[in-house]
């Protein structure tokens, strides 16, 4: 008897033992809420609700929406879009340890189980289409995290200031969103390429993305935005910049390259771009910097580290053009830097040149 108790107590304890290792389902939302209509009045999102928009064409329009920290928004899939019209606006203010999630329907760790199947489906990039500020100021996201958007035929942003949109983006996370390249244009996650020139893009960090962040050359970058997480980095790791320079600015950050996009990029007259310490300069084929004033236009243009190179050379900062090693840079990679086109100075031949053609002018 003594021996088939033990074997009794065995038994218990392996089904016990099994059981405890079967996976456990997260949590179902409790408090979810639909959002099936725009946004015509100002309203406040809270943190304890999980909003999931359910609108092709959601609109936020002539309105504010305000969104506490803490707050879970999610987006179904089927191409989900919010845009701002008629100068509404969206105040996303979240904490260090409340921040504000923009996420998938399919993400169970944020906000829990909403769409109710379990561990059956899990989020990627490119679930939900994007955020675009529509030309529109004002707008605010701060301790907001930017998960699994970018949905589209074609690369596609997550946070899209679109038409001169001004807006300030600070201490916010990108992961796991898409971006990239559509023919011969580049779109960052948060894509500021055509975004008004006080736009704010302090503090923030972009990991697992195809192309983290593409900017009008008017915005100034400084060293505080991070662009990996526990080495974890995005695919073109850079910051790709398009358009002209007319008023004095700044790029100091160095973790990353700037990457000139445009065929011909100008420093207008009597304007400054200024670079800081290690900033490495990237050219895409054929792209020329026009300094129209010279020298002068390029403020530390020599300093320590600074160097002007092809968007092939994995040397400097690593694979910006994210192809692995399937490219190496050559000569003739890119144009050049171009002195005062005014007076036909002609090119500069600085020691930190790599790669730019020889002979432009023949080219």
């Known amino acids: ?107 169970d760790n944020n906000g829990g189980d909403t769409n109710g199947d379990g561990g059956n489906t899990i989020p990627a990039a490119g679930d939900w289409g994007n955020i675009d500020l529509n030309g529109f100021a004002g707008s605010e996201f701060v301790h907001c995290k930017f998960l699994y958007g970018g949905q589209g035929t074609a690369a596609a942003p997550t946070l899209n200031l679109s038409a001169g949109a001004q807006a300030k983006i600070d201490n916010c996370t990108f992961a796991f969103n898409t971006g990239g390249k559509a023919g011969a244009f580049y779109i960052g996650v948060l894509n500021a390429s055509s975004a008004n020139n006080s736009t704010i893009i302090t503090n923030n960090t972009f990991y697992n993305n195809t192309l983290p962040l593409t900017i009008a050359a008017e915005i100034n970058i400084n060293n505080s935005n991070s662009f990996s997480n526990s080495g974890n980095g995005n695919k073109f790791n850079g910051i790709f910049v398009s358009g002209n320079i007319d008023k004095n600015t700044e790029w100091t950050e160095d973790e990353v390259a700037f990457v000139v996009s445009s065929d011909n990029m100008n420093v207008g007259i009597g304007k400054t771009l200024t670079l800081g310490n290690n900033v490495i300069l990237k050219f895409v084929e054929g792209s020329t910097l026009n300094l129209l004033s010279g020298e002068s236009s390029l403020i530390n243009y020599n300093a320590t580290g600074v160097y002007y190179t092809s968007f092939k050379d994995d040397e400097l900062l690593g694979d910006t053009n994210g192809d692995g090693a399937n490219s190496s840079p050559a000569v003739a990679d890119w144009t050049g830097i171009f002195l005062d086109q005014w007076k036909s100075t002609g090119y500069a031949d600085w020691p930190n040149i790599r790669y730019n053609d020889p002979n432009p002018v023949a080219k």
Do not use: H, R
């Open 1 to 107: 008897m003594k021996k088939l108790f033990y074997i009794l107590i065995g038994m218990s304890f392996l089904g016990y033992l099994f059981q405890s290792c079967d996976p456990v389902d997260p949590p179902t939302t409790e408090n979810a809420i639909e959002v099936t209509a725009d946004i015509t009045s100002s309203v406040t999102w809270t943190a304890n609700n999980v909003y999931v928009i359910n609108k092709p064409d959601f609109a936020v329009d002539g309105a504010t929406l305000s969104i506490e920290a803490g707050t879970v928004i999610k987006f179904k899939p089927n191409y989900i879009y919010m845009t701002i019209y008629n100068n509404g606006k969206i105040t996303a203010n979240g904490t260090s340890t409340s921040p504000i999630i923009l996420t998938s329907y399919k993400d």
